[in-house]
């Protein structure tokens, strides 16, 4: 045991979250690979059990195989605790469960912690660690309740009725877009009531767990005369994710207003349009064939997809707050201005920064991976663009390319989500170790730009 503390005490805190994510998913993998988890006679490749793993882990939902023809009742709760651990992140429960044991949690700890949840600082951390573990679940068992006495209508007996409402609310939940209908939500396109209860657990898991933190905290002291600020995080993050959901809804519905809105009336167009872009954040339910969307609904739907939902929460992409600072500097620098100022606070330059990188390193690893896939995939060049941003926004919409895919393309989408979960942050600066201190600088000189 001290030798393995040793070891680890030369790995980055960056490195170890890389390393208990890539042992999630191992672990996982031979989980799903277990016989007693699967139907009578039904047997899966390693690379399918593996692809399904990593699409629990990263909460995206792309799968290889049907899970309603593949699981048994067991493996459908063994994939929901999955999910719970992609969902809540890998270092949020085993929090919860050392302090549970009654163990101290260390500084160590506290620092892997600060960074599986995108945190600046280490004050707090493991308390809200615990509010957002007992919050998620209390929402995912209240929306599988109601979920499971709503869809009695359907079903002949209580079990699969509740089987079904408490996959769909875990599911919606951590925005891991999985389904046991193999049909997504397209048997409920015209039942209001399972839509708006899905895109709300959708909205709770993809807008940020600080936000709901914060709101909660609103909540709790509204009681007391003590006046109450929202952080610039939690209101930008909110105001993006706000404007992104109405703006997705009214161009989904434009995009297609003459094709796949032609013959529907107002709330069926409310609902389709709305429900999904708010499914593009992170979720990948549907309420119908991707492919009944014109090819220019389905590009804008991959640019919603690549951007993802807001940062520490169950999305992936480049997040809301990245997509925000960008168009905040490119509209200031347009004015001519050196600083981004906006509700009355100065964003940090290390934060603009930073903002740049995580966009241009995940558009130029999607394209990159656009360009193999198109070359080793028997498929037109729309269904990759989907699948790729799907799958780097830990998303799980697809035109029905993933069943399809080859071994390396299966590979590929692996690593895609896998860097969607954990986040290109990470995945850089794990590169770097423990990094050290500049020592020396150089003269400055500017170089033609544009």
Not at 8 to 25: D, G, K, M, P, V
Not at 79 to 94: E, F, H, R, Y
Request: net charge positive; with cysteine.
């Amino acid at each position: 045991m001290k030798k393995l503390q040793l070891k680890t005490r030369e790995f980055s805190t960056f490195q170890l979250i890389f390393i208990f994510y890539l042992s999630a998913l191992i672990i996982s993998t031979l989980l799903l690979k277990l016989p007693f988890v699967h139907l009578p006679n039904v047997r899966i490749s390693f690379i399918d059990a593996m692809f399904t793993a990593a699409s629990a882990i990263s909460v995206t939902g792309l799968s290889v195989i049907s899970l309603k023809d593949t699981f048994n009742n067991f493996g459908v709760f063994l994939l929901c605790a999955i999910l719970q651990v992609g969902g809540l992140g890998v270092m949020s429960l085993s929090t919860f469960l050392w302090v549970m044991l009654g163990k101290k949690v260390g500084l160590k700890e506290r620092q892997l912690l600060m960074i599986d949840h995108n945190q600046s600082n280490l004050s707090g951390l493991v308390h809200l660690a615990k509010r957002i573990f007992i919050f998620i679940i209390t929402i995912e068992f209240i929306g599988g309740i109601i979920l499971g006495i709503h869809l009695l209508k359907y079903y002949d007996r209580a079990l699969p009725a509740f089987k079904h409402g408490f996959f769909i609310s875990i599911s919606a939940t951590t925005n891991a877009g999985f389904d046991l209908t193999g049909a997504s939500l397209i048997p409920y396109d015209h039942d209001y009531f399972v839509q708006f209860m899905v895109m709300l657990l959708i909205i709770i898991g993809a807008i940020g767990f600080p936000v709901i933190v914060e709101v909660l905290d609103f909540f709790l002291n509204l009681k007391s005369k003590k006046k109450f600020h929202f952080t610039l995080f939690t209101k930008l993050t909110t105001l993006t994710f706000v404007i992104l959901t109405l703006l997705g809804g009214i161009i989904i519905f434009l995009l297609d207003i003459h094709h796949f809105f032609a013959d529907k009336n107002w709330h069926q167009s409310f609902f389709y349009s709305f429900f999904h872009s708010v499914t593009t954040k992170s979720a990948g339910l549907a309420t119908t064939d991707l492919s009944e969307f014109t090819q220019s609904n389905q590009l804008f739907m991959s640019l919603l997809m690549f951007i993802g939902g807001s940062p520490s929460s169950a999305s992936g992409g480049i997040r809301t707050t990245t997509f925000a600072i960008i168009i905040l500097t490119i509209f200031f620098y347009a004015q001519g201005k050196g600083t981004i100022k906006i509700f009355k606070r100065e964003l940090h330059h290390d934060d603009v920064i930073k903002s740049f990188i995580v966009m241009t390193t995940g558009a130029f690893l999607c394209l990159m991976s656009i360009i193999i896939l198109s070359i080793t995939e028997n498929s037109s060049v729309i269904p990759v663009i989907v699948e790729v941003t799907s799958a780097f926004g830990t998303n799980g919409l697809s035109l029905g390319l993933t069943p399809n895919l080859s071994t390396f393309g299966k590979i590929l989408i692996i690593i895609l989500m896998f860097i969607g979960r954990v986040g290109i942050v990470t995945c850089l600066l794990m590169l770097r170790g423990k990094g050290r201190k500049e020592t020396f600088h150089y003269p400055k000189e500017k170089v033609i730009i544009g």
